[in-house]
């Protein structure tokens, strides 16, 4: 976030009794493709409705790929051999990789879909609650990290770096969001949201500097 030095703005953020950080930020404005807003008008829907409709048919189209490249691959609940599971696992992440190869970051989490999410978590980062969820995803990860974490590569079906810290997101952040199926979750590292496959390990897509 750019800092902004002017001692008159600090000055009215003090007055108001905000935060400089309060102060400076200020919520993504929407931004609708064209085609959604046809869609909307033509359907007499909500914008917005439309979006978040957009992402879950994106969501299941992805969900398609992943069952059916676990079909004929080693169940990993079903074993309890590190070894096996890690060999499932990295067949499996083989599989998605080989039938989304042209997958590219934004084709799930679309720029209306990134906006409309940015917009979801923005008023879970507001005031003194806010203030808790940055603190406590900056502790969670101090807290699990051991040693100098791996870089991360934010890359389509680039796997999650082994050994790092799968920073645990905040439960109000998680209720802002659309639920996903279980073999999918969110997770946030160094503030851009992720969507991981938990079973294959792999980044799915991402949407940067989602916590502003």
Known sequence: MKVIRSFGVIGVACV???????????PP???????????????????DALVLQD?????????A???????DSLPIKETKNPGDI???????????????????????LTPEIRNKFRRLVYPELK???GRETRENLTEDVKEKDEGQPKKMTYKVNAPYP???????TPPNILAALPP?????????????????DVQANIIVDFIPNAIQ
């Open 16 to 26: 108001l009794g905000a935060s400089p950080a309060d102060a400076q930020s200020s």
């Open 29 to 47: 404005k929407p931004q609708i493709s064209d085609a959604t807003k046809a869609k909307a008008a033509e359907t007499h829907s909500n914008p």
């Open 55 to 63: 992402f879950t048919k994106r969501i299941e189209a992805y969900m």
């Open 65 to 71: 790929i992943h069952k059916a490249a676990a079909k």
């Open 86 to 108: 890690k060999a499932a696992q990295l067949a499996l992440a083989a599989k998605i990789r080989a039938a989304r190869a042209n997958a590219r970051a934004g084709d799930i």
């Open 127 to 129: 005031g003194k609650a």
């Open 162 to 168: 082994e050994g790092n810290a799968l920073p645990t």
């Open 180 to 196: 996903l199926p279980e073999e999918l979750e969110y997770r946030i590292v160094e503030k851009n949201l992720i969507l991981r």
